[in-house]
């Protein structure tokens, strides 16, 4: 079946072009039916991002959900892995995270969790697009058997605790001076509040939402106000988090970005320490940096790589038994605690650790040095550039150029008409060679 709503992350679109009232109801209505399972009451936990189209689609899903008998449980402004957290600790059947993430704010998504926590399986979603495209009036709930909808208000404080346990008892960080950028999005109560509570000087930026300003110029996507203003106040490490709180990038103390691979490597090697990995690997995608692979390769680790997308590094690590993963972008996915990335819970580990070592952040977070890696995007207007014979034969010539001593990678782009091309080794001279051979050939095809 074709999918015409769910893409890897939910159902993700312009407010009010793609994600319409009209669909956010027909949502809450199919998703409501495909989870009534059994006799009991059922319910929904709804949490949202601060985007001013948030209220409307959240009130169109409480009308969707209601209307099929379901209760409706609302959190208000939360962090997604907030949200998958609680669907399973108050037992709800199902939960919705109201975010389009780190894109614009008039951009807003609908993303759905199962009782377990986890984001849905490609056979449920199939499920529930059948049921958007069918007349589902005859299955509308009897007047007596209407849900009911109320907003809870403890949610903060129990995902406050639920992060501070991810710690050893009586952790503290006491005269850690932290600046934590929580984009104008869902983390702008909890992660200070949070971090404070541990012991931190907190210095906060990007925490005043007003509909309009997620993400803008503050964030993992925007770090720039972040690096500036560890510098400024001379803090100790700066945590940027995304508009929903489930990826996280850390400033060191001179403010150099340190990215998701370096915190890979920071939180890997302290679990394999601690006897914590339940693998002796970590699951990344094709795009974390082959420096990456090498300093895992040297602590008796491997890396296992998978398509881009947190969904697929989880997919991976659940099929696989492994407890660690994540992205280069951000996303730490830690499966012990978490069934999503949660980009506080991944701040803390990494906090933890510098405190242990007793080192500042630019040292304590420089696991290896990163090759040179390459990355450009060409655009082709229609067919498959990439099965052309010219273009093969300038991919092998390019994979004989590197000849183990790089890793070159060639996808087209799962939203948009581009092939992306990215090379990466020791030399990069040759990895610009081998990447602009492959750029020319692709565009002369295309």
């Not at 009782?115 to 199939?126: F, H, T, V």
């Amino acid at each position: 079946m074709t999918r015409r709503y769910f893409g890897t992350d939910g159902i993700r679109g312009r407010a009010n072009g793609v994600i319409t009232p009209e669909l956010a109801l027909h949502v809450g209505m199919a998703a409501g039916l495909v989870f009534q399972r059994g006799e009991h009451r059922h319910r929904v936990v709804i949490g949202k991002d601060t985007r001013l189209s948030g209220y409307m689609i959240e009130n169109a899903l409480v009308a969707g959900f209601t209307s099929v008998g379901m209760d409706v449980l609302l959190l208000g402004p939360m962090p997604t892995p907030a949200v998958a957290m609680l669907t399973r600790s108050m037992r709800a059947d199902l939960g919705v995270m109201i975010s389009a993430s780190h894109n614009p704010f008039d951009d807003n998504g609908i993303k759905l969790f199962g009782p377990d926590g986890y984001k849905l399986s490609d056979a449920i979603e199939a499920e529930i697009e059948e049921l958007l495209g069918a007349d589902m009036s005859a299955k509308l709930a009897a007047p007596t058997k209407i849900g009911r909808a109320k907003r809870v208000e403890s949610v903060h404080a129990r995902y406050i605790e639920f992060a501070k346990r991810t710690l050893p008892r009586n952790q503290s960080f006491d005269g850690i001076r932290v600046v934590v950028d929580c984009a104008n999005g869902a983390a702008y109560r909890v992660a200070p509040e949070a971090l404070w509570e541990l012991g931190c000087d907190v210095v906060t930026i990007g925490d005043k939402p007003d509909g309009f300003n997620i993400n803008r110029e503050v964030g993992s996507t925007s770090p720039e106000a972040l690096m500036a203003k560890v510098r400024e106040v001379r803090a100790d490490i700066g945590i940027a988090l995304d508009g929903d709180a489930d990826r996280v990038l850390i400033v060191d103390e001179k403010g150099h970005l340190v990215d998701g691979d370096q915190l890979m490597a920071v939180v890997a090697a302290s679990f394999k320490e601690d006897g914590r990995l339940s693998r002796d690997g970590v699951v990344a995608t094709v795009m974390s940096n082959l420096g990456l692979e090498r300093y895992f390769h040297s602590l008796g680790l491997s890396l296992e790589r998978t398509a881009v997308g947190d969904r697929y590094v989880l997919e991976h690590m659940r099929t696989h038994g492994f407890n660690v993963g994540g992205e280069q972008s951000g996303h730490i996915i830690l499966s012990d605690y978490s069934t999503t990335g949660d980009g506080l819970v991944a701040a803390l580990q990494v906090l933890a650790v510098v405190q242990r070592l007793g080192r500042p952040v630019s040292e304590a977070c420089h696991r290896f040095d990163p090759l040179p890696q390459i990355l450009k995007n060409v655009r082709y207007k229609a067919g498959r550039p990439l099965e052309i014979d010219s273009v093969q034969k300038a991919i092998a010539a390019a994979e004989l150029k590197l000849n183990s001593h790089g890793r070159l990678l060639i996808r087209p782009s799962g939203t948009e008409p581009v092939i992306r091309v990215m090379a990466e080794g020791d030399d990069r001279d040759l990895v610009e060679s081998v990447v602009n051979d492959v750029v020319e050939a692709v565009a002369a095809a295309a």
